[in-house]
């Protein structure tokens, strides 16, 4: 008689979580706020919805020659969310990472009119225009929204180092000739640079090229500003 009590009341305590329960569980896959876990690497990024990026300020002006022989500036990127990078096309160290990093970020974003991609090189003496397409065509760069990006080795210095503070410098010293940051800058529509912020509140400034996770979250963050 007390075991079949004990059953039964079992059976009512699992009744009344389940009511309380299914509802929530219910709402959160029609708000797509499952956790995904590991499985974030191999899907498309997501979107948390109502998330804001910090607008660190205006992107740097620029006016620059592709790999077309096209002039470019930030007007072209006008109402367009893309990613800005430094490079060079000989880089032997982090550029080929950089290069995979944003050959992934294309792909998630291929055919999105709205979506663009910068890169420009640091080292303009050698990086020509012919030698810019040759090196599109290699990695197999697919999206007319990518511009590689060429001009005044004075002025793409003066971009990267006072504009974008992200470090640009030739160096004898270092493999093939130059130093610069793996890191890529997040720019809005309205031309303004924006990020996350870190686990502290601080504003990340820039996405790091070089880490899975930092790719992970640039890809989610573009999503955020295409949205918006």
Not at 17 to 40: A, C, E, H, M, T
Not at 53 to 69: H, M, R, S, V, W
Not at 187 to 197: L, M, S, V
């Amino acid at each position: 008689m007390f075991k079949n009590k004990s059953y039964i009341g079992i059976s009512f305590i699992i009744l009344i979580f389940g009511i309380y329960s299914i509802p929530k569980i219910v709402d959160r896959i029609k708000n797509d706020k499952v956790v995904q876990g590991d499985r974030l690497d191999s899907v498309r990024p997501a979107v948390i919805e109502g998330e804001k990026l910090t607008k660190i300020g205006p992107a740097p002006q620029f006016e620059l020659t592709n790999q077309d022989n096209k002039k470019i500036t930030n007007e072209t990127y006008k109402g367009k969310v893309y990613v800005l990078e430094f490079f060079f096309s000989t880089c032997p160290t982090i550029c080929p990472k950089m290069n995979e990093s944003m050959l992934l970020i294309e792909k998630s974003f291929f055919g999105n009119p709205n979506f663009g991609i910068v890169s420009i090189t640091i080292d303009p003496e050698h990086d020509t225009a012919e030698v810019l397409k040759e090196h599109a065509d290699f990695l197999g760069v697919k999206s007319t929204n990518w511009n590689f990006l060429t001009g005044d080795k004075a002025y793409i210095f003066n971009l990267a180092n006072k504009g974008f503070n992200l470090y640009a410098g030739e160096n004898k010293k270092a493999a093939g000739g130059f130093e610069h940051s793996g890191l890529f800058a997040l720019i809005d529509k309205n031309g303004n640079i924006r990020c996350r912020k870190d686990d502290f509140g601080n504003p990340i400034l820039y996405y790091d090229g070089l880490d899975k996770k930092g790719v992970r979250n640039i890809q989610q963050d573009i999503n955020i500003l295409l949205k918006e």
